[in-house]
């Protein structure tokens, strides 16, 4: 089972793209919005080097945007 976090806000269309494509693949993920919690923004600039969102963590690999292969390739889809 792979363990997925979603560093996203509320106002992301690539951010609901993701989590939509994940739940379409029947994938159970962690959302984190980071407009409301700041300790987690800071967390996924540390992970990423990015700002903008959404930032994918899979298993510890860091996907930066709806990269579908990138996603389809850690999640062996």
């Not at 409301?36 to 298993?59: F, H, L, N, Y």
């Amino acid at each position: 089972m792979n363990n997925i976090t979603v560093y996203s806000t509320p106002t992301c269309p690539f951010c609901h793209m993701v989590k939509d494509y994940l739940k379409k693949n029947n994938f159970s993920y962690r959302d984190i919005n980071v407009a409301e919690d700041q300790v987690a923004a800071q967390e996924m600039i540390r992970k990423s080097g990015q700002m903008g969102v959404p930032v994918i963590d899979i298993d510890g690999n860091i996907v930066v945007g709806f990269d579908r292969n990138k996603i389809n390739s850690l999640l062996g889809i």
